[in-house]
């Protein structure tokens, strides 16, 4: 069986997507990058495939380039755009909101790419920014979501440096907020600089590992707009699946 294998490697995971040759996921792998994107994409291609030869393998990402066995690569601009409208065809905003900084991409109707935002400046409001201020609250990353469904009063973190951030929590509980209230306020902050970065209303296709992990950030992200906000099935391997389908495309 032809395998066709996308790998969209992070700057904190790599995620990795086979399909066969009716173009059906058939396997999935992810790992952390750490500290040799190289080691890191070898080691998730080896999981993925389980030692067989993929037919093309298209690779994204932010380390795309490091992947010395991929047959080609492509931007994660139009991987998460791909991926996105394979589950949910027509014209949306994609929004990926990775480990270190967030995307915003403006689908047309016909699939392509109008326009693009990208948010490299600060960590803020990713998921590093969560893990940041998890560790500061010393609440596992397991337990916040349900901690923020728990709140009794809105609140948000209104530092754009991640590090300001921790400080401003601390503030917060010196004033005696609750850790729900915190927890609420983290997850805010997060759609707070969606919300800056352009994206108001129409349908939302919310890409990532924050997608899947918290799915509070829909709900916050859908009151907030108003939009409709969509959440594709393992949304953190949304770039992955998209250079897989270009991989099949290509081969």
């Known amino acids: 069986m032809a395998l066709y294998c996308g790998i969209d490697i992070g700057s904190t995971w790599v995620k990795g997507v086979a399909l066969d040759e009716e173009g059906e996921v058939v396997s999935t792998a992810i790992g952390r990058t750490g500290m040799s994107f190289e080691a890191s994409c070898e080691a998730v291609m080896e999981s993925l495939a389980g030692g067989e030869k993929c037919a093309f393998t298209m690779a994204t990402g932010y380390g795309r380039n490091n992947a010395a066995f991929a ?3 492509r931007t994660e601009i139009s991987c998460h755009a791909k991926g996105a409208i394979h589950h949910f065809p027509g014209e949306c905003h994609v ?15 016909d699939g392509g790419v109008e326009n693009f935002i990208l948010n490299r ?33 809105e609140i948000t973190l209104s530092s754009f440096c991640t590090v300001f951030s921790a400080t401003e929590v ?23 600089r969606v919300v ?6 129409g349908r939302i296709v919310l890409t990532g590992g924050v997608a899947q992990a918290f799915p509070v ?7 907030r707009t108003g939009a409709e906000v969509l959440v594709p099935p393992d949304a953190q391997y949304t770039g992955a699946l998209g250079a897989a389908l270009f991989a099949r495309e290509q081969a």
């Open 196 to 201: 800056e970065m352009g994206v108001l209303g």
């Open 71 to 73: 047959d080609g690569t």
């Open 121 to 153: 400046k600060c960590a803020a409001g990713t998921g590093a920014f969560i893990e940041a201020i998890a560790r500061r609250l010393d609440i596992d990353l397991a337990q916040i979501e349900a901690l923020a469904e728990d709140s009794d009063e």
């Open 170 to 192: 601390i503030q917060r509980i010196r004033e005696g907020q609750s850790p729900q209230n915190i927890s609420r306020g983290i997850f805010n902050s997060v759609v707070s």
């Open 95 to 109: 929004v990926d909101i990775g480990g270190q900084d967030n995307k915003v991409i403006h689908v047309r109707d």
């Open 217 to 223: 950030v829909a709900k916050i992200l859908a009151d």
